[in-house]
């Protein structure tokens, strides 16, 4: 599989995990401090046009929980310690089980009257907003991932997406991929497109 992209507004951090096996029972991650600086993925929004109070980046929308006494969500340890990393980061991940996108992968400006089915949302809109998408079509975005290619306790193979503007250098790469290969085994590879 191969990610490229179609825009240069944007530098996203790709993170492909092999391998993993995602244990039943595990320890979630602390809370991480909600209060990072909210600059750069608002940033990102602001460059396409989307009002980023409006549509919240995912990483924001998970601190605000957080800072109204909520918590992480507990899905998964794959989920949960990217939900961490996003949160500690305040850049928008996306998750996919790479056993469910067909294809290679490109980054793309969604076109009209594309949506897809989110987790927990069903029906996203994508016309005019960052979009991840496979020989299938779309399947992720900054602000809410696809149903279709969701990971689970199934779930070996996984891409792990940064979301950044351009010209962010997404320093903590090593630190994501070390710290979700700690919590669900496997090896990693990173790579940043721009």
């Not at 927990?120 to 079509?137: F, I, Q």
Request: aromatic share 6%; proline share 9%.
């Amino acid at each position: 599989m191969r990610v490229t992209s179609e825009t240069d507004l944007i530098a996203l951090g790709v993170i492909v995990l092999d391998g993993i096996a995602l244990p039943a029972d595990y320890d979630p991650p602390p809370t991480p401090d909600p209060g990072g600086d909210r600059t750069p993925a608002r940033r990102l929004y602001r460059a396409i046009g989307i009002d980023p109070t409006r549509y919240r980046p995912s990483s924001e929308a998970l601190a605000r929980r957080i800072a109204k006494g909520g918590d992480l969500p507990r899905i998964n340890a794959l989920v949960d310690h990217a939900n961490f990393c996003s949160v500690s980061l305040m850049l928008p991940f996306g998750g996919y089980d790479l056993a469910k996108v067909a294809g290679d992968v490109v980054l793309r400006i969604g076109r009209p009257g594309e949506r897809y089915e989110g987790i927990g949302k069903p029906d996203v809109s994508l016309d005019g907003r960052y979009v991840l998408a496979d020989d299938e079509g779309p399947f992720g975005n900054p602000t809410s991932d696809s149903f279709r290619t969701r990971i689970t306790p199934e779930t070996t193979r996984a891409l792990i997406t940064i979301f950044a503007p351009a010209g962010d250098p997404i320093e903590r790469l090593a630190f994501v991929a070390d710290r979700l290969t700690a919590a669900v085994g496997g090896t990693a590879t990173t790579e940043i497109v721009a």
